[in-house]
């Protein structure tokens, strides 16, 4: 009986993330990206402008190769171990930011009202 | 401790790390940060069933430094450790509750908590609050590594008699 209630609980917990992974999938891009290295904002892109371009992000442990090419970004090569934010590709969703953890960086979309006191700054 | 337990715990430990460093050389197809399948676990699932609390929580400490030091990726021993440290917690509490035949239920519950964990420490790290959208693929990717090592440490159970009572 226990272990019933023990499953159930784990079923719900499973469904909520499937149902989570899709609504974050889901979640409609934007135009103005924010390049942060752990609360530091290091650069305010809005993609629309942005000409093609590849240029090094440094940050205290490492320096990420970002490059932006028709309106999209990714990072493009890392010096981090694991790779993992250059394998997540380009930046497809807001609900998603490209994440390197070993350089503390965060590629994110962000809304263009809030992006405009970072412009400002 | 005696020599015979500690060369046993030692030896565990060995093959896990043998499993961690294997599985850093297959390439990870989802490129989100944290989501693995954590083949070592095995390991560890199988030693909160055989261990004492302390001998478990020696060995997963061992792995992990030892795991960072060859894999050279620092900054995941901070976020393994915090992970591991919820799952051992709650998988060492949770044997009372669960017995060796439902151990793969225990091991899905250690899962989520270890990537649990794992968030908290990168949230912690990065002060980004976003990160927080990659917990629904955390937890799913969580249920099924858990429920995977789980099973495969339920197979091992009966195998390893032997070298239990040894």
Known sequence: MKYKIIIAILAVIFAAGVIGSVLVLSAPKKNLVRIKCGEEVLYTLDLNREADRTFAVQTDSGTNLVEIKDGKIRVQSADCPDKTCV?????????MPIVCLPHRLVIEFVDSDGGVDAIAE | MSVKRLARLSL????????????????????????KLGLANIITVYAVYRYRAPEVAMMVGVRIV????????????????????????????????????HLWIGSVCGALLHNTGQMAAA???????????YFPFLI??????????????????????RFDRE
Not at chain 2, 80 to 91: K, N, T, V
């Open chain 1, 87 to 95: 394998r997540m590709g380009w930046l497809h969703s807001a609900a």
């Open chain 2, 66 to 101: 030892l795991g960072s030091v060859f894999s050279g990726n620092w900054m995941a021993l901070l976020y393994s450790a915090c992970g591991s440290f919820l799952c051992l917690l709650g998988m060492l509490l949770l044997r009372r509750l669960i017995d060796e035949r």
């Open chain 2, 12 to 35: 565990l430990t060995a093959v896990a790390l043998i499993i961690f460093i294997v599985e850093l050389q297959v390439p990870n197809p989802f490129p989100v940060p944290g989501v």
């Open chain 2, 140 to 161: 799913v990717s969580g249920c099924l590594a858990g429920l995977f090592t789980g099973l495969c440490a339920q197979l091992l159970l009966p195998r390893l008699k």
């Open chain 2, 123 to 133: 949230l912690l790290v990065t002060q980004t609050p976003s990160l927080l959208l």
